[in-house]
C-alpha cells in the first residue's frame, strides 16, 4: 500500500499510531519525562519511547541529544545505527547527522554536491539530571522538571533503582504511589501497617505540586513476613508531588531520626505503558544499595498486579466515575489537578 506523497510522519508532530487524545497528547508532550538513566547512554544509539513517540538518544561532546528515531532519507530506524565522534550513522545509508540534528554527511552524495537542507533530524529538547535523561517533546517546556535538592547536596546516600515498566497509564501508577490507604493491604507482606481508619489529612496545592503528609504505623520490614508477628513503628510521610506524574516520599522516623527519601517519576511510554524511574536517597547512609533496590523490587512487584489490573485502565478525571472516600484526599486532588491542565477534555466532551 503507498501512502500519500506529503509523508504524514514527516509532517505531523503527533506519533504514528499514537494511543492518546490529540489534546492529551499535546499538554503531556509540554512537560519534561525521564527516559533513561544517563549511563545507559554510552557509544551507542539507545531506542526509547516517550508518549508514543520513538525517540533516539545519542551522546555528544555537548552532552546527550534526543530525535525522532526516523531517518528523513527513507523512513530508517537511527537507533539501528551507530555513533562516530558524537556523529549518529543511519546504519541503512550511512547518513550522517550532528548533535544539532543537521546532516553532515551522505557517502553516496558526489564530493561537493549540496547536502539537502530539508534532511534534518527532528530535534526534541534534552537534559540530563538526577542520573537520568530528560526528554521534553515540545518545542517549549510549560515547566521545569522537579527541584529536588536532597538528591544532589550530599545530604544522603543517593542509590538509583533500576527502571522497571509496567503495563499502566501513568496516571494510575502515580497516584497508586500516593495513596496511603492501600499500604496495609498490597504491602502487608513487607512494610504496610495494621488496617486502620486514616485521619483527615490536608492536601496543600501549588502552582504545579500536590503536598500532603500523614502520621503512620508502619512495619519494621518484612517484620510479618512468612506468617510472623510483625512489628511496628511511628513514621511521617511527607508527599510531594510535581505535575503530572513525579512524586517524593520522605519518610522520617520520630524516634530514630532516620530520615529516607523516595523519588518515584512515571514516563508515560505510551497511554496503557510506563517506566517508573526511582532514586533512594538515605539520610542516614545505613542503608546498603543492595538491601534498597531488593526492597524496591519486592514493594513494585506488590503493587504492579493490582494497577495493571485496574479498570478502566486510564486514570478517570470526572470524579463522578469513581467512589471517593476521605482517606483518597490525594487522589481527588491530583486528579483535579490533572483536569486543570486540561488533560481528560475530549474524553469527557
Ligand atoms: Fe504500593
Known amino acids: 500500500m503507498f501512502v500519500p506523497a506529503k509523508n504524514q510522519q514527516q509532517q505531523?508532530?503527533?506519533?504514528?499510531?499514537?494511543?492518546?487524545?490529540?489534546?492529551?497528547?499535546?499538554?503531556?508532550?509540554?512537560?519534561?519525562?525521564?527516559?533513561?538513566n544517563s549511563d545507559e547512554v554510552t557509544d551507542a544509539p539507545v531506542r526509547v519511547h516517550l508518549l508514543d513517540m520513538p525517540v533516539?538518544?545519542?551522546r555528544t561532546p555537548d552532552g546527550i541529544k534526543a530525535a525522532k528515531d526516523v531517518c528523513m532519507h527513507r523512513g530508517g530506524q537511527l537507533s539501528l545505527g551507530s555513533v562516530c565522534n558524537g556523529i549518529l550513522v543511519c546504519g541503512f545509508h550511512g547518513f550522517e547527522y550532528?548533535?544539532?540534528?543537521?546532516?553532515?554527511?551522505?557517502?553516496?552524495?558526489?564530493?561537493?554536491?549540496?547536502?539537502?537542507?530539508?534532511?534534518?533530524?527532528?530535534?526534541?529538547?534534552?537534559?540530563?539530571?538526577?542520573?537520568l535523561v530528560w526528554v521534553c517533546l515540545a518545542d517549549q517546556a510549560r515547566a521545569e522538571m522537579p527541584e529536588w535538592p536532597q538528591i544532589e547536596d550530599g545530604s544522603g546516600k543517593v542509590i538509583p533503582v533500576p527502571s522497571y515498566e509496567i503495563r499502566a497509564s501513568a496516571g494510575r501508577r502515580v497516584e497508586n504511589f500516593n495513596d496511603i490507604a492501600h499500604v496495609p493491604f498490597l504491602h502487608r507482606d513487607s512494610f504496610g501497617g495494621p488496617p486502620t481508619d486514616i485521619?483527615?489529612?490536608?492536601?496543600?496545592?501549588?502552582?504545579?505540586?500536590?503536598?500532603?503528609?500523614?502520621?503512620?504505623l508502619e512495619q519494621t520490614r518484612y517484620s510479618g513476613e512468612y506468617g510472623g508477628k510483625p512489628a511496628y513503628h511511628s513514621s511521617v510521610y511527607s508527599y510531594e508531588l510535581t505535575l503530572p506524574f513525579a512524586s517524593s516520599a520522605k519518610i522520617s522516623n520520630p524516634e530514630s531520626g532516620d530520615v529516607y527519601r523516595v523519588y518515584d517519576i512515571v514516563s508515560p511510554v505510551s497511554s496503557d505503558r510506563s517506566r517508573v524511574f526511582q532514586i533512594v536517597v538515605d539520610e542516614s547512609f545505613k542503608m546498603t544499595p543492595e538491601a534498597v533496590r531488593a526492597f524496591n523490587d519486592v514493594v513494585?512487584?506488590?503493587?504492579?498486579p493490582q494497577v495493571e489490573a485496574q479498570s478502566p485502565f486510564d486514570l478517570p478525571l470526572d470524579l463522578r466515575d469513581e467512589i471517593?472516600?476521605?482517606?483518597?484526599?490525594?487522589?481527588?486532588?491530583?486528579?483535579?489537578?490533572?483536569a486543570a491542565l486540561g488533560l481528560g477534555a475530549e474524553a469527557y466532551r
Not at 503527533?14 to 533513561?36: G, K, T
Not at 564530493?111 to 530539508?118: A, E, T
Not at 530535534?123 to 538526577?130: A, G, T, V
Open 199 to 216: 485521619a483527615p489529612y490536608e492536601v496543600v496545592s501549588g502552582d504545579n505540586t500536590l503536598a500532603f503528609k500523614v502520621d503512620i
Open 300 to 304: 513494585n512487584k506488590e503493587d504492579s
Open 56 to 58: 533516539v538518544l545519542f
Open 98 to 131: 550532528n548533535g544539532e540534528g543537521t546532516c553532515v554527511g551522505i557517502p553516496a552524495l558526489a564530493k561537493g554536491s549540496p547536502i539537502p537542507k530539508k534532511l534534518r533530524l527532528k530535534n526534541f529538547q534534552c537534559r540530563e539530571r538526577y542520573g
Open 324 to 338: 471517593h472516600i476521605p482517606a483518597d484526599r490525594m487522589s481527588v486532588e491530583y486528579r483535579r489537578k490533572l
Open 12 to 36: 505531523e508532530s503527533l506519533p504514528l499510531n499514537c494511543s492518546f487524545e490529540r489534546s492529551d497528547w499535546e499538554i503531556l508532550a509540554s512537560f519534561w519525562h525521564p527516559v533513561a
